[in-house]
């Protein structure tokens, strides 16, 4: 069989374009109690047919590396890639809506294979609970959750992928309907897929529904195209531009109440990368790594009531709005602007130059306007 270089030789310009998508695109980018607490009312997660207990681990936390550049550009972190993981990128986007409450008395924390998804976006839900979409594309994501129910928010929020697989698990009907009508989605959530998720024992539920995700890529049609770039990236050893600010990190409000998490954000100078926050403390994942990212982009982001659920929140993600970039240690303050579903968002510092992001893994936060805070 022919090696992968010699595959990726023979593609012509516009094929190697169409699967890696080089650095050419850009984004600019309550209830009661007891309802807030399960995820409002209508969510349901259809029983899976079997059950796993996935062990949580402690371990000194560790922070991302950049592989030597030996194969093609992943689209959504800018990095290059091994060649033998160059196959992953002929793939499209598959998409994990990620359970993230987290309070003294019921808690989502820690949750498994967040630091392989390259990029994640996190949105507000009922009571300013968050929940994370985790995109996975460069890296095989193995086992993924906890999983739970999608919004309206995905279905507006996650075309700027393409045509990205989306993982979840149940939803009032209102939800069920926007998610299978949609054009640009792939359902492959625990009803269309019931055997690629199972229940994790020693958790409790709902926040124990975990999916075998390497399994749901083969789920897309034969030929659906692979991400393109929502970012544009500086170069080795390009410096910050002039409207650059040196800043510690941020911190996020998403709006109070008791089952809301604040997040803070804080550059590792040594590291080079931000590491997460969430309720005053580092979060960790299940294998005891502390949450980070290369590149943090907060987009001031007004929100609507969803006509699904009167008492769900829908993030307004075609628009525009205030941005804040972290990246490099410094802030970049600036405007965000999205006016097409089906592409990511601009982004422009305040002298209108675009926005050039360190490649990695890059979180998007999607607060109110008013719920960011820099730390200078």
Do not use: C
């Amino acid at each position: 069989m022919a090696g992968i270089g010699a595959l990726w030789a023979g593609l012509s310009t516009n094929a190697r374009i169409g699967v890696v998508g080089g650095a050419v695109g850009v984004l600019a980018l309550g209830g009661v109690a007891a309802a807030v607490l399960t995820g409002g009312a209508g969510e349901a997660a259809a029983p899976p047919p079997t059950t796993k207990a996935v062990t949580t681990t402690t371990a000194a936390p560790t922070t991302t590396t950049t592989a030597v550049p030996t194969g093609p550009t992943a689209p959504l972190t800018g990095l290059a890639v091994q060649e033998k993981d160059a196959p992953l990128l002929f793939r499209t986007a598959l998409a994990v809506k990620i359970d993230n409450l987290d309070t003294p008395g019921e808690s989502a924390v820690p949750q498994t294979a967040i630091p392989r998804a390259d990029v994640v976006f996190e949105e507000i839900v009922e009571g300013n609970i968050t929940r994370l979409v985790a995109v996975f594309h460069s890296q095989q994501p193995g086992t993924v959750g906890p999983v739970r129910s999608a919004r309206t928010t995905d279905v507006q929020l996650l075309p700027q992928l393409g045509h990205p697989l989306l993982a979840w698990s149940g939803g009032n009907e209102g939800v069920v309907a926007a998610v299978q009508s949609s054009p640009y989605l792939i359902n492959v959530g625990a009803d269309a897929a019931p055997g690629s998720y199972f229940r994790d024992t020693s958790r409790r539920a709902p926040h124990n529904l975990y999916v075998r995700a390497d399994e749901l890529f083969g789920r897309a049609p034969a030929g659906t195209p692979g991400p393109t770039p929502l970012f544009l990236y500086r170069k080795p050893g390009q410096a910050n531009p002039p409207t650059a600010q040196g800043a510690q990190g941020v911190e996020l409000n998403w709006g109070g109440g008791g089952a809301s998490s604040n997040v803070g954000w804080r550059w590792d100078p040594e590291a080079r990368v931000y590491l997460r926050q969430q309720r005053g403390r580092p979060h960790l994942d299940s294998e005891g790594e502390q949450l980070n990212a290369t590149n943090v982009v907060v987009m001031a982001t007004n929100y609507g009531q969803s006509a699904a659920d009167t008492r769900s929140p829908e993030a307004q993600t075609v628009g525009s709005g205030e941005l804040f970039v972290f990246t490099n240690g410094a802030v970049i303050h600036g405007r965000w602007d999205r006016p097409d579903v089906a592409k990511p968002a601009t982004l422009v510092d305040d002298s209108g130059a675009p926005v050039l992001l360190t490649p990695g893994r890059t979180w998007i936060e999607l607060p109110r306007p008013g719920g960011t805070t820099v730390v200078p």
